[in-house]
């Protein structure tokens, strides 16, 4: 039963009921839940989910293994015309392949989060990434996640989440995740709570596309919430706004 109530038939399933297959922005900073909720919301509505902070994590693991200074925009940007990155949805979230290897097993290790945080910044490095991922999502039916979905990727998503939590609360998340995933813990809670703030600071502050809510973005503070409870909300703001844009 719980089975029945986690994928409804497709009649009763109020993504369906648009016209189109809609596309689910899901926006906001690191540790605020994005991924987990995503994958649940794509799962509950029968969608893709695609992880857009993969990709740039997947270009920041090719530039470092190549010795490429992450500052250096023309070495990048020469880079990114070779360089291929596909995303393929799984009920574990995304397997990512770089130039057709599958590197999502190294994503996550510190320097390359870093290191994501600072190629996403170049105008240039993004425009390609915009590209990519409007040419992933271009018919609808998934749930997109990162920083920018739902102001630039797609400013008309059917549906727009900002997710939020308290600083402090979002890094001693990823903290515990980190052990729950198996990496290696080697740093202490309050050092991932810094480099969380760190990085942050620059994903809100930078030029092009900073981080920030869209005007239509629904807001979601996960701070003093359960995930059952934050999950919840999501499906219930998507619901209603699928439902709002069906009637009109
Ligand atoms: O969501 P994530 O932690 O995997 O993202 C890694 C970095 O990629 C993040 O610090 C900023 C960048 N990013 C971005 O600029 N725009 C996106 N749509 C997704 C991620």
Known sequence: MIAEQMNPAPEDNPATTTTRRPIIAIDGPAGAGKSTIARHIAQYFGLLNLETGAMYRAFALKALGENISLEDLPSLAALSTKTTIHLEPGEEGNRVFLDGVDVTGKLRDPAVT???????????????????????????????????????????????????????????????????????????????????????????????????????????????????????????????????????
């Open 114 to 248: 870093d290191g994501a945080s600072r190629v996403s910044v170049h105008p240039q490095i993004r425009a390609w990434m915009v590209r990519l991922q409007q040419e992933l999502g271009a018919s609808g039916g998934v749930v997109m996640e990162g920083r920018d979905i739902g102001t630039v990727v797609f400013p008309h998503a059917d549906v727009k989440i900002f997710l939020d939590a308290a600083p402090e609360v979002r890094g001693l998340r990823r903290y515990d995740q980190m052990g729950q995933t198996g990496t290696e813990v080697t740093v202490a809670a309050a050092e991932v709570v810094q480099e969380m703030h760190a990085r942050d600071e620059r994903d809100r502050n930078r030029i092009d596309s900073p981080l920030k809510p869209a005007e239509d973005a629904v807001l979601l503070d996960s701070t003093h919430l359960t995930l059952d409870e934050v999950v919840a909300r999501a499906e219930e703001i998507v619901t209603e706004k699928i439902h709002l844009q069906a009637r009109a």
